[in-house]
């Protein structure tokens, strides 16, 4: 390298740091050190007179389709608004797996819908798992851990998986055909301690999604044998009592402080009877992701400086709050709606405004809405959470 290049370089890389150093002392000062908003970058997108749209249309994508099973995917390229969290609608048809996979950059949360399905996960200390689920069961694969999805039985499963991060796809999805068929064969022949020509019939290309014979319903031992992941990976989410009661509807939720191993991701399902409202709300510290599994639903978004939207939302649909923002979820349909929800967080957090409200003195209240202590007065006393 010449001395001109040498300066150059360095002088640029200097440049660089700094400015990164500099990026990271305005974050930390802005940001108060508080680490539940440390990756949430300001979005031009929301920064705006009017907010911009919070809905996609999931269901009515083609997504990647081979054979009889599909994915269905929105991430920040079809839904820009969603930077905190991505998902996916996947169908697998029987004998059909999505192939050995990890997430560089995403832990998996995923609940399934319809039929059966079969995992097995790697785990950084060696240990492995397999565990089967069955309509409202839940899994959660920390970013980074290897893993599969295969249908169990003679009928299509399907499922829905909710990523930590809203660019997962484009980054961080890594198939195990597409990293042994670019290796040379001889490097993979040393590493396996077999001959070069046991890798001649492999996969030269990304297969996606596997298809063979059905699954035997009792799942063969691991190469490695008995040893098992020491946490859990599953949780029988719907098959247990609803968490909330209401006279308009129900909630289940899932977080780390029932499933240990879920520590960036929380799930919600919610069952709202025709009328009934999720009261206006939000979530200090976590981003919200919808899917409508089914009914119609009305979603309002609060964003400050007077901008609020309203978006309708059916079946298959998806809807993203940003992290703080007020929302509700009102039915507007004619029977039960139900909705898929998830968070990337690993604790669940709210504030309801009725308990915002009630959290206040009469006094308070009748100087911040200028209204007399007889209208004050009428407000709930307790969380309302749903109304009907």
């Not at 980074?144 to 499963?157: A, I, P, T």
């Not at 990523?163 to 198939?175: I, R």
Request: hydrophobic fraction near 35%.
């Amino acid at each position: 390298m010449s001395d001109v290049s040498r300066r150059h370089f360095l002088g640029g890389a200097a440049f660089f740091a700094a400015a990164v150093t500099g990026a990271v002392s305005s974050q930390k000062s802005s940001k108060a050190g508080d680490p539940s908003f440390m990756n949430n970058i300001p979005d031009s997108d929301l920064a705006g007179d009017e907010l911009p749209t919070f809905k996609f249309e999931l269901e009515k994508t083609k997504g990647k389709v081979i054979g009889n099973s599909s994915g269905k995917e929105a991430t920040v390229k079809q839904l820009p608004i969603s930077t905190g969290i991505a998902g996916v609608s996947m169908r697998l048809e029987p004998g059909a797996m999505r192939e050995l996979h990890w997430h560089a950059t995403a832990a998996e949360w995923a609940m399934v819908l319809e039929g059966r399905v079969r995992t097995t996960v790697i785990s950084p200390d060696g240990t492995a798992a397999i565990d089967d689920f069955v309509p409202g069961d839940v899994w959660l694969f920390p970013r980074g851990y290897g893993h599969m999805l295969e249908c169990l039985g003679n009928e299509s499963c399907h499922f829905v998986l909710i990523f930590d991060n809203g660019y997962f796809s484009e980054f961080g999805t890594f198939s195990i055909t597409d990293w042994m068929g670019h290796t040379p064969k001889e490097l993979l022949a040393k590493n396996f301690r077999l001959p070069v020509s046991a890798f001649e019939d492999f996969p030269k290309e990304e297969v996606y999604f596997g298809r063979g014979a059905v699954p035997p319903e009792i799942p063969d031992l691991p190469l490695h044998g008995k040893e098992k992941s020491t946490k859990s990976h599953k949780y029988e989410m719907l098959s247990k009592e609803p968490d909330d009661v209401f006279e308009g509807g129900r909630a289940w939720k899932v977080d780390s402080t029932k499933f240990p191993i879920s520590t960036t991701m929380t799930g919600v399902f919610l069952e709202l009877d025709p009328g009934a409202l999720r009261e206006l709300h939000w979530h200090p510290a976590a981003d919200e992701w919808q899917y409508v599994v089914a009914g119609d639903i009305s979603v309002t978004l609060f964003g400050s400086r007077g901008r609020y939207r309203i978006e309708t939302l059916h079946k298959g649909d998806v809807g993203y709050i940003p992290q703080g923002y007020g929302h509700s979820i009102e039915n507007v349909g004619t029977t039960t709606c139900k909705v898929l929800i998830g968070f990337n967080s690993g604790i669940y957090e709210k504030i309801d405004l009725s308990e915002w409200i009630a959290g206040n003195p009469a006094d308070v209240l009748m100087t911040n809405f200028s209204q007399p202590k007889s209208m004050i007065e009428k407000f709930p006393r307790d969380d309302v959470f749903i109304a009907k």
